[in-house]
Structures are given as structure tokens and as C-alpha cells.
T-cell receptor
Framework: NAGVTQTPKFQVLKTGQSMTLQCAQDMNHNSMYWYRQDPGMGLRLIYY???????DKGEVPNGYNVSRLNKREFSLRLESAAPSQTSVYFCASARDRMQGNTIYFGEGSWLTVV | KNQVEQSPQSLIILEGKNCTLQCNYTVSPFSNLRWYKQDTGRGPVSLTI?????NTKSNGRYTATLDADTKQSSLHITASQLSDSASYIC?????????????????FGKGTKLSVKP
């Protein structure tokens, strides 16, 4: 019963490097999300995908791009990493975009940009 | 501005004791309120979701209350266990058409870090 799976778990990047965080869910959910969590702050939405084929910006989208590859997979790409992107990234999914649905989170990806 | 404030920031209690965590919000219009548990190094896990019409909801030893009039919620943990040591996050959903269609805008609190000591 995997739920939401994220890779990699840990990554260190140099400033300017690019990388992609992968996320997959096995719950047949329509909606998927990417959040970042920084010390002393609540989780903030980066991008989300209400359904396969659609993506929308969240609260903090600058410096990121996303791809909803299929219903299961939603990737987050950092084209040119900056130290301000050092954070813990969480992928999440929900049955659909209707309010009140439980949102299930992955285990997180710890990213350090030096 | 929509905000979610949690108190205390951190709390230490002895195993077996009860505790109550607080959440105050200024989110409007209100849709629902959720409590999540986040173990160190893990992702948040849902404990409860409450809508406007619900004022209490239980999940095992966890009981959440909601007063939509005063915009306050509490999470009560009964007979605490060592495994309850975690951060507890209050999340309020605003009924606004941000971030795509009818999806509510989730506003996350900063969490309360609970440590249960033997």
C-alpha cells in the first residue's frame, strides 16, 4: 500500500544545476500537488494539477515547473536551482479537487542547494 | 489576510497525560478545517476534517473541536503515548476559487511540536 511515493529522498545541488523531483500515487486520484515546507512556516503550495492534463500555479511557483505525465505521476522541476530553494518538498494527492477530500502526502524530499 | 495561528509553538508532557492544542484562524469564507500529524522526517498524515456544521470529531484518542463563530479549533489528545510525539498542523480551507476551480485554498498553520516524555 504505497500511497504517494516521492524520489529522491535527499539531494544536494549546486547553484544553477537543474533537477526533477518525481512523484507517483497509486490511489487513482485525480488531483496532485507540490508543496514546500520551510522552518518556521506552514506548507506552501507550489503547483497543483486538478486532473490529468491540467496544471496551475500555487502560492510560490517562481523557479519551478511541473509536468502531469499521466494520472499517476506529477513531477516538479527546478531549472536553475538557487539557495532559496533549499527546502523540504512534499507531493500530495486527493481524490479530486472538491473541498473536503482528504489530501495524502508523500514522505518528503530534502533538497539542499549550495 | 487569511491566517492560521497555532499555540503553543511547542509542548512537553509526560506519557499518559492529556493535552490540548489550539488553532485560531481568520480564514473567510470558511470551508473546512483539518488537523494533520507530522512525525519528524515524514509527511503529514490526516487526523480529522471538519466542516462548518461539525463541532466535534474524534479519531481514536484524538478529538478535534470547532467553533466556527469564534474561529477557533482545538485538538485534544487523551492518555498520551510516546508515539504521539510529532508536530500537529492545523489547516483551514477557504471557499475561494483560487488554484483552479472549486478547489479550496488550503492555509497551513506552522504547527505545534509535541514531545511526550516517559
Amino acid at each position: 500500500n504505497a500511497g504517494v511515493t516521492q524520489t529522491p529522498k535527499f539531494q544536494v545541488l549546486k547553484t544553477g544545476q537543474s533537477m526533477t523531483l518525481q512523484c507517483a500515487q497509486d490511489m487513482n486520484h485525480n488531483s496532485m500537488y507540490w508543496y514546500r515546507q520551510d522552518p518556521g512556516m506552514g506548507l506552501r503550495l507550489i503547483y497543483y494539477s486538478a486532473s490529468e492534463g491540467t496544471t496551475d500555479k500555487g502560492e510560490v511557483p517562481n523557479g519551478y515547473n511541473v509536468s502531469r505525465l499521466n494520472k499517476r505521476e506529477f513531477s516538479l522541476r527546478l531549472e536553475s536551482a538557487a539557495p532559496s530553494q533549499t527546502s523540504v518538498y512534499f507531493c500530495a494527492s486527493a481524490r479530486d479537487r472538491m473541498q473536503g477530500n482528504t489530501i495524502y502526502f508523500g514522505e518528503g524530499s530534502w533538497l539542499t542547494v549550495v | 489576510k487569511n491566517q492560521v495561528e497555532q499555540s503553543p509553538q511547542s509542548l512537553i508532557i509526560l506519557e499518559g497525560k492529556n493535552c490540548t492544542l489550539q488553532c485560531n484562524y481568520t480564514v473567510s469564507p470558511f470551508s473546512n478545517l483539518r488537523w494533520y500529524k507530522q512525525d519528524t522526517g515524514r509527511g503529514p498524515v490526516s487526523l480529522t476534517i471538519m466542516t462548518f456544521s461539525e463541532n466535534t470529531k474524534s479519531n481514536g484518542r484524538y478529538t478535534a473541536t470547532l467553533d466556527a463563530d469564534t474561529k477557533q479549533s482545538s485538538l485534544h489528545i487523551t492518555a498520551s503515548q510516546l508515539s504521539d510525539s510529532a508536530s500537529y498542523i492545523c489547516v483551514v480551507s477557504a471557499r475561494v476559487r483560487n488554484y483552479g476551480g472549486s478547489q479550496g485554498n488550503l492555509i497551513f498553520g506552522k504547527g505545534t511540536k509535541l514531545s511526550v516524555k516517559p
